[in-house]
């Protein structure tokens, strides 16, 4: 078992091979990847030392406090949080060596190519079509995919296209790991009610996919995706913060600074969501320290649903208490951000864009099932789509 | 910024919760209870030998050297989360909570503290404090009154505090200078009564600046832990409500499958585990003597009342008919709730005690 002496020994040994002062980023990134230091947790030879995952901050402490470069995990984050668990679980032995370090390093960008135009909550309804070509044994893939962040900045894809449309529609659909560059690859910008574009469009027509970037069996794609939709409840809705660290902050200093804009109605919806946003926070931090105790529970997958529903009613609350400034808005300008900050920007910006916070990664009304179901234990309403084949369903 | 709160429960809260609910559920007869209740006197007198004498229970907030546990406001948090579940009669909150707090407050070298603290830990003697039930740790005292209204277990007492001008006073109830007049209560689980006592009557344990502030820590200890208690009616009514839904049908299919019903009992569930980091965190400052303790329990008094009451109104509704009868012990629940949320501070008491702290002030 390593502990967390060993680990800041390690760190330490790094350092001195490959002081950061004089190391190409690049260079010093993949030494630590090989130095077992990247995510800890993962085994040895992929970045990790099968150590607790719990002890990741002590390395990145130490390595903070060296001055060392970081691999920006927020632009990576797809790639961090979905594509490397789903490789480590389902991958091959070269899948997992071919991928995991330019994915960590950072030297190559993943998207996730899940959602399209008729599959949204019910994912597992998607009409990509992905065909076996006899004479090379490559996958054939067309359809249409949407919501996609950073596919205009990705080299490498996750997709779960559709194998067998004979077969109910969990059980015909495959997992690939999907090559950007690839000619049948278009991705164009989609542009969403902020006036910005954080997504894209890719229509993939024709695109080749050997059969070595197939993740786990023909057909179980579902299985496998699962593991990557997880991960990213997971990552949404996790961080720990200080008090009046999220949006509740910007909208707690107006009131302070700007006495002129305080109404009684105003107020008292302040004061209600001031609570729930701390008690939200104190929530969040619970969920750490059971996750640092090992004593994992449910109560993380609530934790979306709340910040979700703060998120907007705190930034609508906002635009009003500004009044007059509450009517303007930054900047229409259609761009392509690389990074998104949605405590970013000004009032209006963050009421608009915290629309999505309870659409993005599921919508707040089927996390709200998955409560109702996995957690409470309450049976599912009747469904006559399960053993039906996915060629005969409505759409 | 200052440490994070510990909000998890240790192993040895653990195992006192698993004695509590254990020794609840033996003595948990509902038609039992009910129909005590109705007498006017809703106690189980071996419950509460139980708890005290057996358990230790009513002696964690009290130092070894006074004859009780030693412990904390954590384990004292986890027990009422198991009364609250079980909506106990018992003057747990009242006596081993609120009137011990404002005792240890006192000089506990003056033999009669010590000996009042030594008796209510053990078990031997029940003591409230002499205030409305509805009383914010930062409202005015009733001091001068000649009766005090809604006194919340007073007709269970052994000894009143009684707050004066002049300091805190310790009456015995059974003294001719004392009258308990029973009131009807809305929470028939926690009698309330009008008090009346003898001006002078009673022995000073307190002077009046330390009395004060020895009242006010005792409100304060009882705000934040009467959290712990709304959790555990959230959480009952939450699991009655999933058990109910699951096994009643109507339209061919348990009712709990309908998305409208259970969308709601997932929002509950999300409110239950809200409740238990503001209460855990309302615990733990009071048990550390963090300064920022009446922040934490004007937050946890603020969120867990109205969750408590929320639940317990859900529970009626999602039981419908069957919820809305004498038999069923939704009611009970839902009574508690409410009484709850309105003792120790409203919601609203807490928001603007909250809002002080925390500098969100009032417009004009």
């Given amino acids: ?395 | 910024m200052s440490t994070p709160p510990d909000l998890l429960y240790s192993e040895p809260e653990d195992d006192l919760r698993a004695a509590v609910r254990a020794l609840l559920a033996d003595r948990a007869d509902l038609p039992a209870a009910l129909a005590r209740a109705e007498s006017g006197d809703p106690y189980d007198p071996a419950l509460w030998t139980s708890l005290t004498a057996g358990i230790g229970a009513a002696g964690l907030l009290v130092p070894e050297s006074l004859g009780g546990q030693g412990a904390s406001h954590r384990e004292a948090a986890v027990v009422l989360e198991e009364l609250g579940r079980a909506v106990t009669a018992a003057p747990y909150l009242t006596s081993s909570v609120l009137a011990t707090s404002a005792l240890l407050a006192c000089d506990t070298d003056d033999p009669d503290v010590a000996g009042l603290l030594t008796a209510l830990a053990q078990g031997r003697g029940v003591a409230v404090l002499a205030v409305p039930f509805g009383t914010a740790p930062d409202a005015p005292l009733p001091v001068g009154a000649a009766t005090v209204r809604g006194v919340a277990d007073a007709v269970r007492a052994d000894v009143l505090l009684v707050p004066r001008q002049d300091g805190l006073y310790a009456v015995e109830t059974a003294s001719p200078a004392v009258t308990v007049e029973p009131l009807t209560p809305l929470d028939l689980t926690r009698p309330l009564a009008a008090v009346t006592v003898d001006p002078g009557a009673g022995l000073r344990i307190a002077a009046a600046p330390e009395a004060e502030r020895a009242v006010r820590a005792g409100l304060l200890a009882g705000a934040g832990l009467l959290a712990s208690e709304q959790l555990g009616i959230a959480e009952w009514c939450l699991e009655e409500s999933v058990r109910h839904t699951k096994e009643r049908y109507q339209f061919n299919r348990p009712v709990g499958s309908f998305q409208a019903l259970k969308h709601r009992m997932a929002q509950l569930w999300l409110e239950v585990v809200s409740a238990r980091a503001a209460a855990r965190a309302a615990a733990d400052a009071l048990a550390t003597g963090d300064p920022g303790a009446p922040l934490a329990v004007a937050l946890a008094q603020a969120y867990c009342g109205p969750v408590a009451v929320h639940a317990a109104e859900e529970c009626v509704q999602l039981h419908a008919g069957i919820g809305m009868t004498w038999e069923h012990p939704a009611h009970l629940a839902l009574k508690r709730a409410k009484s709850a949320a309105t003792a120790l501070g409203s919601t609203g008491r807490h928001q603007e005690a909250l809002a002080a702290l925390v500098d969100l002030p009032a417009p004009g």
């Fill in chain 1, 1 to 395: 078992m390593t502990d967390a002496t060993e680990l800041r020994t390690r760190v330490a040994g790094l350092l001195a091979a490959h002081p950061p002062s004089s190391t190409a980023e690049e260079d010093f990134l993949r030494a630590r990847f090989d130095a077992g230091l990247a995510w800890v947790h993962y085994p040895p030879g992929l970045g990790g030392l099968d150590a607790p995952r719990a002890l990741q901050s002590v390395v990145d402490a130490d390595l903070a406090a060296a001055g060392a470069p970081d691999n920006d995990p927020r632009r990576i984050g797809i790639g961090l949080g979905m594509a490397a668990p789903t490789i480590l679980r389902y991958g091959t032995r070269e899948q997992r060596e071919r991928f995991l370090r330019p994915l960590w390093v950072g030297e190559e960008v993943w998207c996730q190519l899940f959602s399209e135009p008729g599959a949204g909550s019910d994912l597992a309804a998607l009409a990509t079509r992905a065909v076996r070509e006899e004479s090379s044994g490559d996958w054939i893939v067309d359809g249409q995919k949407v919501w996609t962040s950073g596919a205009h900045l990705a080299r490498w894809a996750i997709l779960i296209a559709r194998t067998d449309p004979a077969l109910p529609k969990h059980r015909g659909i495959t997992y690939f790991l999907c090559d950007m560059t690839d000619p049948g690859v278009e991705v164009r910008p989609l542009r969403q009610l902020t006036g910005e574009a954080e997504f894209n469009e890719v229509f993939l027509t024709g695109v080749r996919i050997p059969d070595a970037h197939r993740l786990g069996g023909v057909g179980e794609g579902w299985q496998v995706a699962r593991t990557t939709l997880m991960n990213e409840r997971v990552s949404i809705g996790g961080a720990r913060l200080p008090r009046e660290g999220g949006m509740i902050g910007a909208v707690a200093r107006v009131w302070r600074e700007r006495p002129e804009l305080r109404t009684h109605a105003l107020r008292q919806r302040l004061l209600t969501l001031w609570v729930e946003a701390e008690v939200a926070r104190l929530t969040a931090e619970r969920v750490g320290q059971q996750l640092a105790a090992g004593q994992p529970g449910p109560e993380g997958s609530g934790l979306k649903l709340s910040f979700a529903r703060l998120n907007q009613e705190i930034s609508g609350l906002e635009v009003e208490l500004l009044a007059d400034e509450g009517l303007l808005y930054s900047d229409w300008t259609m761009r392509r951000p690389e990074r998104v900050d949605i405590t970013g920007r000004d009032a209006g910006y963050r009421y608009l864009r915290a629309k999505g916070n309870s659409i993005e990664g599921g919508t707040s009304e089927v996390l709200l099932n998955i409560v109702a179901e996995r957690v409470l234990g309450l049976p599912p309403e009747p469904r006559d789509d399960k053993d039906v084949a996915w060629k005969d369903l409505a759409r």
